[in-house]
């Protein structure tokens, strides 16, 4: 429900955008050349040209992450994001338009003795005057709409537990995907009436707190739904044996007063991760993610086999820059080979561009860690930019990874996690992969806790794989490369 809810939403800010953005360049060539409008868009390919200046305005739009509807921000962030993307796509279209001003937009005209004389002074001045204030206008009424507290759903959590505070701090945090929370309700009716404080201290938000009341006990449940004017009722106990209101809430559903959802559930689709902690055997066995179908499979494999023959291609310049680099930078081969753990727990052999010493391992297996002594100067800037896996891209060939998946680790380390972190091994139910939903959403793994974090991810994408989850990483990947971060 929440990943369609999301899903929707970006694709209607993408659509009206792609409309402020058409309507805005239309407006100023009008504005400029009121007769000639006709000829610009079809004679002179003004279509194409606007084409070509939307797409860079919005491809910049969403590495400045305006599309990602998940993502809280304050009313003064909202404006400096759209400021900056706004300014950069200045930036960007004045440099392409001074190496190719053909693409400019404006007004052609044959001149006797002169050949064609081109003419577009104010076209981009009054369109990027009227983007501005179209996209700060429209951004802001859509972030107070999302935020009001008469709109979107009011939800009531049963239980005050760790997993209850984890679940209405995570739907207080993204108040833009319409989630009110209202309170919590307690088994305890000692605890009637006091303040529960949630915590976070996420990689993506920093330390973060929030207070809601205790609204009544269980017994209260019905009363409070209909006081409160509940729209959705979250189950987040943690021990429901003998817990839950089982006769209040089957009323509930028959009456059809509120939606009621399970908090692991709401947990999962708020954060795109699964919570280790939380997960019990059942979610494994119960689980969609269990037998892929014939045809989906093969679909998956030719999209990996095109995806890796075209990567080889293009990246052939760039794999033989960083052939030359390695080999003047530091001794030791170009390539380096290691065994990891694919799909099934069977091993193979990743090739990788080496990007440290070649006595790196020299006293053992050790986590790579962010500012690793062992990495090259140009080893550095080959894992920052990911080029070092260019060479991975025969592994997918092979047919020994995917184009995305969970990281492949090596045995040692995964004995070791298999060991510590429950359910650990059915991130190897799926081929491993170059690029991940864990590597777009985490930083580098250098622990048994960052492990434990991002297995929480692999899950997630182990339970709703897809080509098209595929291709919206593959795009989250792109940021990822271009801003240096996530491993």
């Keep these: 429900m929440i990943r369609r809810n999301i899903w929707f939403k970006t694709l209607t800010l993408f659509l009206v955008e792609t409309g402020i953005a058409i309507s805005?360049?239309?407006?100023?060539?009008?504005?400029?050349?009121?007769?000639?409008?006709?000829?610009?868009?079809?004679?002179?390919?003004?279509?194409?040209?606007?084409?070509?200046?939307?797409?860079?305005?919005?491809?910049?739009?969403?590495?400045?992450?305006?599309?990602?509807?998940?993502?809280?921000?304050?009313?003064?962030?909202?404006?400096?994001?759209?400021?900056?993307?706004?300014?950069?796509?200045?930036?960007?279209?004045?440099a392409i338009f001074m190496l190719r001003p053909t693409l400019l937009l404006g007004y052609e005209q044959e001149i006797e003795g002169l050949g064609v004389a081109r003419t577009g002074n104010g076209v981009p001045v009054i369109a990027l005057i009227l983007a501005l204030a179209l996209m700060t206008v429209w951004r802001l009424s859509?972030?107070?709409?999302?935020?009001?507290?008469?709109?979107?759903?009011?939800?009531?959590?049963?239980?005050?537990?760790?997993?209850?505070?984890?679940?209405?701090?995570?739907?207080?945090?993204?108040?833009?995907?319409?989630?009110?929370?209202?309170?919590?309700?307690?088994?305890?009716?000692?605890?009637?009436?006091?303040?529960?404080?949630?915590?976070?201290?996420?990689?993506d938000f920093g330390q973060t707190s929030f207070t809601r009341d205790v609204l009544g006990s269980?017994?209260?449940?019905?009363?409070?739904?209909?006081?409160?004017?509940?729209?959705?009722?979250?189950?987040?106990l943690q021990d429901r044996r003998g817990h839950m209101p089982v006769d209040q809430l089957l009323k509930l559903r028959l009456q059809g007063q509120a939606a009621i959802e399970e908090g692991t559930a709401l947990y999962e689709k708020l954060t795109g991760k699964i919570s280790v902690?939380?997960?019990?055997?059942?979610?494994?066995?119960?689980?969609?993610?269990?037998?892929?179908?014939?045809?989906?499979?093969?679909?998956?494999?030719?999209?990996?086999?095109?995806?890796?023959?075209?990567?080889?291609?293009?990246s052939l310049p760039l794999a033989i820059f960083a052939a030359i680099a390695i080999k003047l930078d530091s001794p030791g081969p170009i390539f380096y080979s290691q065994e990891r753990v694919g799909k099934n727990g069977r091993t193979f052999k990743i090739i990788k561009f080496r990007s440290m010493r070649q006595d790196a391992e020299k006293g053992g297996a050790q986590w790579a860690t962010e500012r690793d002594p062992r990495i090259t100067r140009i080893g550095n800037f080959l894992r920052k930019t990911r080029i070092d896996e260019i060479p991975q891209f025969i592994n997918i060939l092979l047919g020994d990874m995917s184009f995305v998946g969970p990281r492949a680790e090596r045995p040692v380390f995964v004995e070791q996690l298999n060991e510590q972190i429950p359910f650990y091994s059915q991130r190897h139910l799926v081929e491993p992969g170059l690029t991940?939903?864990?590597?777009?959403?985490?930083?580098?793994?250098?622990?048994?806790?960052?492990?434990?974090?991002?297995?929480?991810?692999?899950?997630?994408?182990?339970?709703?794989?897809?080509?098209?989850?595929?291709?919206?990483?593959?795009?989250?990947?792109?940021?990822?490369?271009?801003?240096?971060?996530?491993?």
Aim: proline fraction near 2%.
């Design 436 to 487: 991940g939903w864990a590597q777009v959403n985490y930083g580098y793994g250098a622990s048994v806790e960052d492990s434990m974090q991002k297995l929480q991810y692999d899950l997630y994408y182990i339970k709703n794989v897809s080509l098209l989850f595929d291709i919206w990483i593959m795009f989250k990947t792109i940021k990822v490369v271009l801003f240096g971060y996530g491993r």
């Design 218 to 236: 269980v017994d209260e449940l019905n009363r409070i739904v209909e006081q409160e004017k509940i729209d959705r009722v979250v189950i987040a």
């Design 277 to 314: 902690e939380m997960l019990r055997p059942s979610w494994i066995i119960f689980s969609g993610g269990g037998k892929r179908g014939t045809l989906a499979g093969l679909i998956r494999r030719l999209f990996n086999l095109v995806m890796a023959t075209v990567g080889l291609v293009l």
């Design 24 to 94: 805005v360049v239309l407006l100023g060539l009008y504005l400029r050349f009121p007769k000639y409008l006709g000829s610009i868009l079809i004679d002179q390919r003004g279509i194409y040209k606007i084409a070509l200046t939307t797409f860079a305005c919005q491809f910049i739009f969403y590495l400045f992450d305006l599309y990602d509807v998940a993502k809280p921000r304050l009313r003064r962030e909202l404006l400096t994001d759209i400021f900056q993307a706004v300014g950069t796509t200045l930036i960007v279209l004045g």
């Design 142 to 203: 859509i972030h107070w709409l999302m935020r009001n507290p008469m709109l979107g759903d009011r939800i009531l959590i049963v239980g005050t537990d760790k997993l209850a505070t984890d679940v209405a701090h995570e739907a207080m945090l993204r108040r833009d995907l319409g989630y009110k929370v209202a309170g919590y309700v307690s088994e305890d009716p000692k605890l009637v009436g006091t303040s529960i404080v949630s915590h976070n201290n996420s990689l």
